[in-house]
């Protein structure tokens, strides 16, 4: 629990170390060994972290986010990958559709690794077809909750709010996917007086819960 909570902090070597002292004593608890992996992906540590992920799947192979996370870790090569090893799990008949999805993108990642296009892109194919079959999504959920941030935050609103605070204060940096707000964050960076907290997520579930909380319909697609 330790572990986890400075994990939710942010603070990953900590993280670490509850994580190494449990596994001293238990080696074999999964759950902690797929979390100290996933603290040290965040570190840089990838091949700490692939050994962790290894060991994981040893234990619980119906462990398909391990398969998956190991498969993004770096880039197969012919001589190492777990092409044959993740072939050899979609022979099997594990019963849950979620399990073979994971498999299946794993599986696209390691053969367009290889440069195995047409088998990449089949695997691919595959997965996001039974993730397709499963999935409650309606483009309109979407499409009304663009509607409404437009309709809500006009250019006189905008207007209306002025230049901000002159004090000390968090700064938001606010916009939708791939429209430059990684980059306005490291520009603000650099200036001396400002200190990053990087991407969090605590004002996205905030957002989120208050949208649910009010009705709003387009609340479950938010991020």
């Given at each position: ?12 070597r900590l993280a670490n170390r509850f994580f190494d002292s449990v596994l001293t004593r238990e080696p074999n608890l999964v759950g902690v060994r797929f979390n100290r992996a996933a603290t040290a992906r965040f570190l840089g540590e990838l091949e700490s972290a692939e050994k962790d992920y290894d060991a994981v799947i040893a234990v619980d192979p119906a462990d398909s ?159």
């Amino acid at each position: 629990m330790a572990g986890d909570l400075a994990s939710a902090a942010g603070d990953y070597r900590l993280a670490n170390r509850f994580f190494d002292s449990v596994l001293t004593r238990e080696p074999n608890l999964v759950g902690v060994r797929f979390n100290r992996a996933a603290t040290a992906r965040f570190l840089g540590e990838l091949e700490s972290a692939e050994k962790d992920y290894d060991a994981v799947i040893a234990v619980d192979p119906a462990d398909s986010e391990a398969w998956l996370n190991r498969s993004h870790l770096r880039r197969q090569t012919s001589v190492r990958n777990h092409i044959a090893q993740i072939e050899t799990a979609l022979g099997g008949d594990h019963p849950a559709w979620q399990h073979r999805m994971r498999l299946l993108y794993a599986l696209a990642k390691e053969r367009e690794d290889l440069g195995h296009v047409a088998q990449a892109f089949a695997a691919l194919d595959a997965a996001t077809k039974l993730r397709r079959c499963h999935l409650d999504y309606d483009i309109g959920d979407d499409l009304a909750a663009l509607a409404a941030i437009r309709s809500t935050f006009t250019s006189s609103t905008l207007a209306s709010m002025g230049e901000g605070f002159s004090g000390a204060a968090p700064i938001f940096v606010l916009g939708l996917p791939r429209s430059g707000t990684t980059l306005v964050e490291r520009i603000l960076e650099a200036h001396p007086d400002v200190v990053s907290g990087g991407e969090m997520s605590a004002f996205a579930r905030a957002l989120e819960h208050c949208a649910k909380a009010s009705g709003f319909r387009g609340a479950a697609n938010m991020p």
